[in-house]
T-cell receptor, first 114, second 115 residues
Framework: ETGVTQSPTHLIKTRGQQVTLRCSSQSGHNTVSWYQQALGQGPQFIFQYYREEENGRGNFPPRFSGLQFPNYSSELNVNALELDDSALYLC?????????????FGPGTRLTVL | AQSVTQLDSQVPVFEEAPVELRCNYSSSVSVYLFWYVQYPNQGLQLLLKYLSGSTLVKGINGFEAEFNKSQTSFHLRKPSVHISDTAEYFCAVSTLRGTASKLTFGTGTRLQVTL
């Protein structure tokens, strides 16, 4: 069984640009969640996708959007990048979307916005 | 609203000594609690979780945690730490936000193990 993978590992962008981060969930996992972890902080919930539809969102603006595909891959898109978007972005996959379903995290993508 | 407080931002400890990392939570609904560990430049790895039943939960790498409902705490313990336990530890509560399950994390505790 393969774990959760993310690409790229690191990314540098400039303010105003757009970025796409990718995640590959564990096989069989219907749910993927994305988190933003600023330096020295705990991860913050961005949104969750269940069976290819957005299932819930945290306190993030609409310029943060996502997609989930049938092959267990997913994307996080961020438009109009701001300096405060610099963070580690983590995806987590789980079998289902309930609060007792364990979320398994990938290694993250480190985004730097200059 | 749910929240998690990790009272210690850093905990220095000598190798082979016991350690306790403190976590307090607030939640108005059913409580499901998790501890994750994050090694440098890596993602989060699940250490253990409390869903229901026995309040003493055993996890990987010799860690255990005790759920205390009256004190709203879920402290993590290890009787004897190793250098390799040096990492950031996060306590989290899992709740439903509409139909989505979200983890709310504390700010983390940095465990520094030295010889």
């Amino acid at each position: 069984e393969t774990g959760v993978t993310q690409s790229p590992t690191h990314l540098i962008k400039t303010r105003g640009q757009q970025v796409t981060l990718r995640c590959s969930s564990q096989s069989g996992h219907n749910t993927v969640s994305w988190y933003q972890q600023a330096l020295g902080q705990g991860p913050q919930f961005i949104f969750q996708y269940y069976r290819e539809e957005e299932n819930g969102r945290g306190n993030f603006p609409p310029r943060f959007s996502g997609l989930q595909f049938p092959n267990y891959s997913s994307e996080l898109n961020v438009n109009a990048l701001e300096l405060d978007d610099s963070a580690l972005y983590l995806c987590a996959s789980s079998l289902d979307r309930g609060p007792t379903d364990t979320q398994y995290f990938g290694p993250g993508t480190r985004l730097t916005v200059l | 609203a749910q929240s998690v407080t990790q009272l210690d931002s850093q905990v220095p400890v000598f190798e082979e000594a016991p350690v306790e990392l403190r976590c307090n939570y607030s939640s108005s609904v059913s409580v499901y609690l998790f501890w994750y560990v994050q090694y440098p430049n890596q993602g989060l790895q699940l250490l253990l979780k409390y869903l229901s039943g026995s309040t003493l939960v055993k996890g990987i790498n010799g860690f255990e945690a005790e759920f205390n409902k009256s004190q709203t705490s879920f402290h993590l313990r290890k009787p004897s730490v190793h250098i390799s336990d040096t990492a950031e530890y996060f306590c989290a509560v899992s709740t439903l936000r509409g139909t989505a399950s979200k983890l709310t994390f504390g700010t983390g505790t940095r465990l520094q193990v030295t010889l």
